[in-house]
């Protein structure tokens, strides 16, 4: 079996196996999960990676939905930097999970681990999709498989977030995404001789401008998963879910999807070159700048922890839109690579916001005075996060941060470097003010409150001091992250 | 190869067992008659698609009584024809089996040999219309198929009185439609000298003829568009089908949803198509705009409707009147790849509503009524139901791996062919409408709370789920054709309807 096709079925068998198993194996369930992410994190990291850096890429052929149009899968440098993330994270995200879910006694635990692994899957098929019309299979597939996920509290709250995360992205993806992709495919070429297939420097050459400059604003747009103002509500919305979904659904397999589909689609469906003068791209800075901003000003007024973490990530999102939209390899480098630091910092924070509610129940950042005496494990983890988050080495996000303030200058507007400046200082407001407030503010102790806090299950402990530990390693392990890009970059 | 006398036995075998089973059956063997029956003319129908395929030129033909056409009427199958024959062969091979339970439990004992006669008299009309060459025996056949359906839709009187009034409107608006029909066939007759339907359109592209009674020829083609939309019940004479939908007994309406208006959308294609051509059809006459209009507004208006109704029969036949909007908006965008989506868009749709409506029968069955309020966790009291009503809706809305995203993409690739983008955002717009509606049915079903009370008289069957291999099966058979065709599977579908389309809008030289 190739390793590409066994990335695609490995998630969807753990859905098989946890739906068979069921409530009453929990714990084989449980282990049916982690043995999967682990065999998905060798396959993807341990097999394709090596392979593909080698210069040995993979392709798998799938059924035709369209008769001529078949499924198209490939494993190259871009495509396993999202499989790379998704499936590091789905490992330390099986483990809190399962902390958490049984900590925090949730109803229905079969179907959330079977529409986990669903969505893993599909986040694969997204990653490894080697045309559009694949791509958008699996970004629907996506959307749909983690909705049973954002509305799994159930009760009206819940059933109105999942209305408004559906309703949004579904409506960009149907109308205006697919509408650029059947548009992408009438302009691909005369009749007969139409693809879909990715091209490493575009396969719209030879449309008209006007055409190329609506389609790529029906793309941007259309896409709604990179939750670029002004259709970012639904991943506020999409925080009622339960903490590992926020964390791995809305840090890194859903909202990474959307960028990564944008940084694909500037990257092998228009080009580079042509990203940068042909398809008037001034609106798209102009917007994922303004997305930066007042994310991170809403961000800011958030009280709920969860919420502002939401708010940072739409803000964030917007960096790698920023790169790719800039159209130039140097933006490109740097949005891929904020892909991968800011998984590993945010998905380090959702953790900790989740062991924080299973340890204590609490969700606002006014809460949490003086809790990091407490919990100083998961603050500390936060602590790192956070930094990365900001961009400030000894950090991963302080790479990305560089090589996208350099693509700022080296492009035609150099006043969005001091946009990227302006975010880094909001960052540091919001979020580093979350630990000073748990590690340096006063307990508030009221007696006779009940037992004293203590660290949240060990799993989930584990969990986020793995991915801590993960964005400091990154630090220092970036010369061969961008050593494999670079060559990306160089492509025509 | 194939008997000869195939495509006469298509449509003799219901008739014959029809009669017999409305004279000498009774009760349950009358259901059993039907079912054979519908069995028998689907491997005969399967049969004549195969021979169709291996035919030179594609088109079998055959002389009725030995009487050669023009004179005689032919049976004549071509891809076009054939394609919608094993849609309706399928479609009443599957629900006829499926029917039995809501049927007896919407008609009194001694009237089942009735209904099950008029049943297969319908099926009898249906293939009829589809099978034949000649333009007066679709009128004939067109009205046989009318007034059988209008039984059946009354049938539902015993459950729901307005049944009638329904039957009525429908019967109204039918006979107009059937009467502008046979008038425009009549001036036909009278410019062409014939009512073989190949050689109508011989004879309509002399030119002398266009010349000579070019009004004629106008007012033929006025009379027949009038009548035929009135049939497939396309904006704006849609308003006989909501009705009939919602009061006929739910078999009942699975499967005149399922194979009556798409006939209605053959009989347009044929015309359109076949008869007057594309030329005159859609260069000369501005045929294309009012149906891409027609349609766009059916989708929007019927989808957003559709949106608002909390009776889930009520809800389906406001999709339908949706659904039909697309398929007239492939046949107005005279392409191709429009055609194509216009025909596999019948074809889906056909799968989809029948499982719909089958799946709403056995709600009905075991709660007496469906609406979206009584939906509430019924994911888990009902699975299999719940199941195909899911499978189903998405199918409506066309996500990705159902069959509805292959027809929809060709619609919209076909309307971006010719710039007309707006025709693709309204197909679009209307998927997204249709998702709305679907999450009404999908949403009580999962994400219902675990602690919600049994729906009321539940203790009565138990919140159980329905029958499965009378109720369920036939649902779960459709809906899995609908998956199979929308996951790949679907080639040789998508190959007939590319090849019948091409036949009709013979590609021309250059893009």
Wanted: charged fraction near 10%; include cysteine.
């Amino acid at each position: 079996m190739s390793p590409l096709l066994l990335a695609l079925a490995l998630p969807v068998a753990v859905a098989v196996a946890v739906v068979l198993l069921g409530e009453r194996r929990r714990d084989a369930r449980e282990a049916a999960s982690l043995l999967g992410a682990l065999a998905l994190a060798w396959v993807v990291l341990g097999t394709l990676l090596p392979d593909v850096l080698a210069g040995r890429e993979h392709v798998l052929e799938g059924p035709a939905l369209i008769d001529g149009l078949p499924l198209r899968f490939r494993a190259d440098r871009l495509a396993l930097v999202y499989a790379g993330v998704a499936a590091a994270l789905w490992l330390p995200s099986a483990l809190f999970a399962a902390g958490y879910m049984r900590g925090h006694h949730e109803g229905h635990q079969t179907r959330f681990f079977a529409c986990f692994a669903l969505s893993i899957a599909s986040a694969m098929g997204i990653a490894f999709s080697d045309d559009l019309l694949t791509m958008f299979v699996f970004y629907e597939a996506l959307t749909l498989a983690t909705w049973p996920l954002v509305t799994h509290r159930g009760g009206p709250a819940a059933a109105r977030a999942g209305r408004l995360y559906l309703g949004l992205l579904l409506a960009t993806s149907m109308v205006l995404l697919l509408l650029a992709i059947a548009g992408a495919w009438v302009h691909s070429g005369p009749a007969g001789a139409r693809s879909l297939a990715f091209v490493q420097g575009g396969f719209l050459g030879e449309a008209p401008p006007a055409a190329r400059a609506a389609l790529f604003a029906l793309f941007v747009l259309g896409i709604g998963k990179a939750a670029l103002m002004p259709f970012h509500f639904w991943l506020p919305a999409a925080m009622v879910a339960p903490a590992p979904v926020s964390a791995l659904l809305h840090a890194v397999a859903v909202v990474k999807a959307g960028v990564f589909c944008v940084l694909k689609v500037a990257v092998c469906v228009f080009g580079l070159d042509v990203v940068a003068v042909g398809v008037g791209n001034g609106w798209l800075l102009g917007l994922a700048a303004a997305t930066i901003v007042v994310g991170s000003l809403v961000a800011m007024t958030r009280d709920n922890l969860k919420e502002r973490l939401a708010y940072s990530t739409v803000s964030q999102l917007a960096y790698v839109v920023l790169g790719a939209a800039l159209g130039s390899p140097l933006g490109a480098l740097g949005a891929a690579l904020h892909i991968v630091m800011h998984a590993f910092g945010k998905i380090t924070l959702f953790f900790c916001a989740g062991a924080i509610d299973v340890a204590t129940g609490r969700t606002r950042v006014s809460e949490l005075r003086g809790l990091g005496r407490r919990m100083p494990w998961t603050l500390g983890a936060f602590t790192l996060g956070a930094l990365s988050i900001v961009g400030l080495p000894p950090l991963g996000g302080a790479w990305s941060k560089w090589y996208l303030g350099q693509a700022t200058l080296a492009s035609d507007h150099p006043w969005l470097l001091g946009v990227l400046l302006l975010s880094s200082l909001m960052n540091t407001g919001y979020l580093l003010s979350i630990p000073a407030l748990a590690f340096f503010g006063a307990p508030r102790e009221e007696p006779g409150a009940g037992p004293p806090v203590r660290e949240a299950p060990l799993a989930c402990v584990a969990a986020l001091v793995l991915t801590g530990a993960g964005s400091v390693a990154l630090f220092f392990g970036i010369d061969p992250l961008v050593a494999a890009l670079r060559p990306a970059r160089e492509a025509p | 190869m194939s008997h000869p006398d195939v495509p006469a036995l298509v449509v003799v075998v219901p008739l014959l067992t029809g009669l017999l089973t409305a004279l000498a059956l009774r009760g349950r063997w009358a259901w059993a008659a039907a079912t054979l029956s519908s069995w028998l003319v689907l491997a005969l129908v399967l049969d004549l698609a195969l021979a169709v395929q291996h035919a030179p030129g594609g088109v079998v033909s055959y002389a009725l009584g030995g009487w050669a056409p023009p004179v005689g009427i032919e049976y004549r199958v071509d891809r076009l024809n054939a394609f919608v024959l094993v849609v309706v062969a399928v479609m009443g091979a599957v629900v006829t089996p499926g029917a039995r339970l809501g049927v007896e439990a919407a008609v009194p004992a001694d009237r089942l040999h009735l209904f099950w006669g008029v049943w297969q008299l319908c099926q009898v009309g249906l293939l009829g219309i589809t099978i034949t060459g000649d333009a007066f025996n679709v009128y004939v056949l067109l009205e046989i198929g009318s007034l059988t359906t209008y039984t059946l839709v009354a049938m539902g009187k015993h459950r729901d009185r307005r049944a009638l009034t329904a039957a009525f409107q429908y019967l109204v608006m039918g006979t107009v439609g059937a009467s502008f029909l046979l008038v425009g066939i009549g001036y036909l007759l009278q410019v062409t000298g014939t009512l073989n339907m190949a050689d109508m359109a011989a004879r309509l592209l002399e030119p002398e003829t266009a010349r000579a009674s070019g009004r004629t020829i106008r007012a033929a083609f006025s009379l027949i568009a009038a009548g035929v939309c009135l049939k497939m019940a396309l904006f704006p004479a849609h308003t006989w089908l909501p009705g009939a939908y919602a009061h006929a007994p739910a078999p009942v309406s699975a499967l005149l949803a399922s194979t009556a208006t798409k006939v209605g959308v053959y009989v347009a294609i044929r015309f359109l198509y076949g008869i007057f051509g594309r030329e005159l059809s859609f260069e000369r006459l501005p045929t294309g705009p009012l149906l891409l209009v027609c349609a766009a507004v059916a989708i929007l208006a019927g989808s957003l409707l559709a949106c608002r109704q909390r009776d889930l029969k009520r809800l389906l036949a406001w999709s339908s009147v949706a659904q039909i909007g697309y398929m007239a908006l492939g046949v107005g965008l005279a392409s191709k790849a429009g055609l194509a989506g216009a025909l596999l868009h019948l074809l889906q749709h056909a799968l989809v509503k029948g499982a719909l409506f089958l799946a709403v029968g056995a709600l009905v069955w075991r709660l007496g009524a469906a609406r979206t309020d009584d939906l509430g966790g019924l994911g888990r009291r009902m699975p299999w139901t719940a199941g195909v009503l899911t499978l189903g809706m998405l199918g409506l809305v066309g996500v990705p791996g159902t069959a509805g995203f292959v027809s929809k993409w060709y619609l919209v690739t076909a309307a971006l062919e010719q710039g007309l983008w707006p025709v693709a955002v309204v197909v679009l717009v209307g998927s997204l409408l249709a998702a709305a509606y679907a999450l009404k049915v999908i949403e009580p079903l999962w994400a219902a709370p675990e602690d919600l009370p049994p729906p009321a008289g539940a203790a009565a069957w138990g919140g159980r789920e329905s029958p499965f291999s009378s109720l369920v099966l036939p649902g779960l058979v459709l809906s899995a054709l609908s998956l199979g065709l929308g996951l790949g599977l679907g080639g040789p579908a998508q190959g007939l309807a590319l090849a019948a389309a091409e036949d009709l809008v013979p590609a021309r030289g250059g893009p």
